[in-house]
C-alpha cells in the first residue's frame, strides 16, 4: 500500500514521472505530472483477478502526442464553446479555433499539455496526491491568472476521488474536468463496449448541432435513445436512427443531472456495469452536468503495451459544468469571479456485481 515513484520520460522538454496508488481497497491507479492524467485503473473482476480498465499510453513522449486527450485533466474550460470566443463584462475573448470554428477542451495548450507540480499528500492506506499549476493572464485567450489544485485520493471504498479548486487574480471562465476513457471488460474493443449497461439519473439533456456544438435546448429523455433513468445496454440507442445520435455520431452529449441523483453527491449520478466481468462503476459528484462520450472518434490510436483502439474502444463519464455556458443563458455559468473559489468534486467507484 502507498505510493511509488518512477520516471515516466520525456514531457515536452521536461523530466515526468508516473506515481502509482496502491490502496487496500484492491485498486491500483497510476497517475502522471504530464496533464495531471490517469494513466492506468487496475481493477479486480468477479473473481478477483486485476485487469487495466482504463486506455492510456506507456510513456510521457506518447502523452505529447495524445490529441484524444486519454486520461488527462482538461481546462481552462472543458467541452466547446462555440465560435472560439466568449463575452465576459462585455469584452470579448478569442480562443484557439482548435475543433473546426470552435474551441474544444482549454484549446491549443490547454492544461492537458502542462507538466503539473505534485506533492503527495499521504503515503498510505488511502494514498493521495495533489497536482497544481498556475494559468497565466492570457493562456489561450482567458483572462487572470487562475491558480488550479486537483487532488487524487484512493479511498477504502474502492474509489478514486478527484478533487479540483482553482482561484483567479480576474473574472474568467472555468470548467475542469478529467477526460478518461474506460471499458470495464479490460478488452478495450466496441464489441465488449456494447454489452456494457448504464444508467444515468438525468431526465434531461443538451441538444447539440452537427458541430456537437449545444444548441442551448434541454430536451427530455423520456421516448429518446438518452433515457438511461433505467439501466439498459449501450447498444440499444448508440446506432439509433436519430438526429441527435447522427449529431454526435454517437453518445457525446452532456445530461442534466437530476438534483436527487448525484448532483448533491449522496447517490451515484452514474452507475456502468459489465455483466461479462462483473465489473461497475459508479460516479458521484456536485456538478450539474455529466458528458457521455461513447469514444466515436477514435480511430487506430496506438496506447498502451502495442494495443491499437479503434472507435467505441471505451467511454468517458466527465463530470462538469454544461458545454457553452456563457452562450447560453439558461445553463449554469462558468464565470469564476476574481478572489472567489470554483469547486468540484467527482469520485468514480468501482465494485463488483
Given at each position: 500500500m502507498g505510493i511509488s515513484i518512477e520516471s515516466f520520460g520525456s514531457f515536452f522538454g521536461n523530466g515526468a514521472k508516473l506515481y502509482t496508488l496502491t490502496g487496500e481497497c484492491g485498486l491500483r491507479v497510476a497517475l502522471s505530472d504530464a496533464g495531471a492524467a490517469i494513466v492506468s485503473i487496475m481493477a479486480p473482476d468477479r473473481k478477483g483477478r486485476l485487469e487495466e480498465i482504463t486506455l492510456g499510453f506507456d510513456s510521457a513522449e506518447a502523452y505529447e502526442?495524445?490529441?484524444?486527450?486519454?486520461?488527462?485533466?482538461?481546462?481552462?474550460?472543458a467541452n466547446r464553446i462555440s465560435n472560439a470566443a466568449f463575452t465576459l463584462d462585455g469584452r470579448q475573448y478569442p480562443l484557439a479555433a482548435n475543433d473546426g470554428t470552435n474551441h474544444l477542451h482549454g484549446g491549443i495548450r490547454g492544461f492537458h499539455t502542462y507538466l503539473w507540480n505534485c506533492e503527495i499528500i499521504s503515503d498510505g492506506p488511502e494514498p493521495s496526491l495533489a497536482f497544481?499549476?498556475?494559468?497565466?493572464?492570457?493562456?489561450?485567450?482567458?483572462?487572470?491568472?487562475?491558480?488550479?489544485?486537483?487532488?487524487?485520493?484512493?479511498?477504502?471504498?474502492?474509489?478514486?476521488?478527484?478533487?479540483?479548486?482553482?482561484?483567479?487574480?480576474?473574472?474568467?471562465?472555468?470548467?475542469?474536468?478529467?477526460?478518461?476513457?474506460?471499458?470495464?471488460?479490460?478488452?478495450?474493443?466496441?464489441?465488449?463496449?456494447?454489452?456494457h449497461l448504464v444508467r444515468i439519473a438525468a431526465q434531461g439533456f443538451c441538444t447539440i448541432n452537427k458541430d456537437c456544438m449545444p444548441t442551448g435546448e434541454v430536451s427530455e429523455v423520456a421516448d429518446t435513445p438518452f433515457d438511461f433513468r433505467l439501466a439498459r445496454p449501450f447498444s440499444d440507442g448508440i446506432n439509433a436512427d436519430c438526429e441527435q445520435i447522427r449529431n454526435g455520431g454517437g453518445y457525446d452529449h452532456c445530461f442534466c443531472l437530476d438534483k436527487t441523483g448525484g448532483k448533491q453527491g449522496n447517490e451515484p449520478a452514474c452507475e456502468v456495469i459489465d455483466p461479462k466481468s462483473g465489473r461497475a462503476l459508479y460516479v458521484y459528484t456536485d456538478q450539474p452536468g455529466l458528458q457521455f462520450y461513447t469514444g466515436n472518434s477514435l480511430t487506430d490510436v496506438s496506447g498502451r503495451g502495442g494495443s491499437i483502439y479503434g472507435r467505441r474502444a471505451a467511454f468517458c463519464l466527465e463530470t462538469q459544468l454544461y458545454p457553452d455556458g456563457t452562450e447560453h443563458r439558461n445553463f449554469p455559468s462558468p464565470?469564476?469571479?476574481?478572489?472567489?473559489?470554483?469547486?468540484?468534486?467527482?469520485?468514480?467507484?468501482?465494485g463488483i456485481v
Open positions: 502526442k495524445n490529441t484524444c486527450y486519454l486520461g488527462v485533466t482538461v481546462g481552462r474550460h497544481s499549476m498556475i494559468s497565466p493572464d492570457g493562456d489561450e485567450g482567458y483572462p487572470g491568472e487562475l491558480d488550479v489544485r486537483v487532488v487524487f485520493k484512493l479511498n477504502k471504498a474502492a474509489g478514486l476521488e478527484i478533487d479540483y479548486c482553482a482561484t483567479a487574480s480576474e473574472n474568467t471562465i472555468c470548467n475542469l474536468t478529467n477526460h478518461s476513457y474506460f471499458n470495464l471488460t479490460g478488452e478495450s474493443c466496441e464489441h465488449s463496449l456494447k454489452t464565470v469564476l469571479k476574481r478572489n472567489e473559489t470554483y469547486r468540484h468534486r467527482c469520485e468514480y467507484r468501482f
